[in-house]
Nanobody, 123 residues
Framework: QVQLVESGGGLVQTGGSLRLSCVAS????????VAWFRQAPGKEREFVAT????????KYAEFAKGRFTIARNNAENTASLQMSSLKPEDTALYYC????????????????WGQGTQVTVSS
């Protein structure tokens, strides 16, 4: 079992930056891939980025490429999402997830979730 706690969300103006953090407790975090998803009101949860547990390879949603950077520190059981050039359409509740059992961009295959941290981008 892994417990995930996100932090770092907040209110930011268009063009601003935020760094989200995900702290994991429990066992085997270092052996799990990690991802960030987001969910805006009235919309489905959508994939943002993921990072492998072993080679730290990353994948991003198209909207995140060039603006967001996912990272992890296995020694500290943490993951992060650095976001820059934020837009109002980035406004959402951002979730950290761990341990995927299938296609990485599907929320249904991730087993562990945090409670989310709210990101609001004002225009």
């Amino acid at each position: 079992q892994v417990q995930l706690v996100e932090s770092g969300g907040g209110l930011v103006q268009t063009g601003g930056s935020l760094r989200l953090s995900c702290v994991a407790s429990g066992r085997n975090f270092e052996s799990y891939s990690v991802a960030w998803f987001r969910q805006a009101p009235g919309k489905e949860r959508e994939f943002v980025a993921t990072i492998n547990w072993n080679d730290f390879g990353t994948k991003y949603a198209e909207f995140a490429k060039g603006r967001f950077t996912i990272a992890r520190n296995n020694a500290e059981n943490t993951a992060s999402l650095q976001m820059s050039s934020l837009k109002p359409e980035d406004t959402a509740l951002y979730y950290c997830a761990a341990y995927s059992t299938g296609r990485y961009d599907s929320a249904a295959v991730w087993n562990y979730w945090g409670q989310g941290t709210q990101v609001t981008v004002s225009s």
